[in-house]
């Protein structure tokens, strides 16, 4: 199974900005559509965005639209989300993942997910 990891999360205050990271571990990512979910407390888990195995397409959740921008980078087995004007709200720990089906994100069709990194918006 392809495995992930991911960093870059931390604390910052609202209005800041974080760029969060994605890596593979023995596999390459290529192959895969990439999505970060995030799960704030007491909260179910929610999709954020999602990227195309060759970045051709992206989507976004309406709450994040113009403040977050997924990418990534093949050659370093690398999928990016740079997180801007962030607010509380999007406190909670994120997720990079796989999915089985091109093009779309949902939690059904994930084949392997990171252990995760809290983000902490906070003043």
């Known amino acids: 199974q392809l495995q992930l990891v991911e960093s870059g999360g931390g604390l910052v205050q609202p209005g800041g900005s974080l760029r969060l990271s994605c890596a593979a571990s023995?596999?390459?990512?290529?192959?895969?559509?990439i999505g970060w979910f995030r799960q704030a407390p007491g909260k179910e888990r929610e999709g954020v965005s999602c990227?195309?195995?060759?970045?051709?397409?992206?989507n976004y959740a309406d709450s994040v639209k113009g403040r977050f921008t997924i990418s990534r980078d093949n050659a370093k087995n690398t999928v990016y989300l740079q997180m801007n004007s962030l607010k509380p709200e999007d406190t909670g720990i994120y997720y990079c993942?796989?999915?089985?089906?091109?093009?779309?994100?949902?939690?059904?069709?994930?084949?392997?997910w990171g252990p995760g990194t809290q983000v902490t918006v906070s003043s």
């Open positions: 023995g596999f390459t990512l290529d192959y895969y559509t």
């Open positions: 990227i195309s195995s060759r970045g051709g397409s992206t």
């Open positions: 993942a796989a999915s089985q089906v091109p093009g779309v994100c949902v939690s059904r069709f994930i084949s392997s």
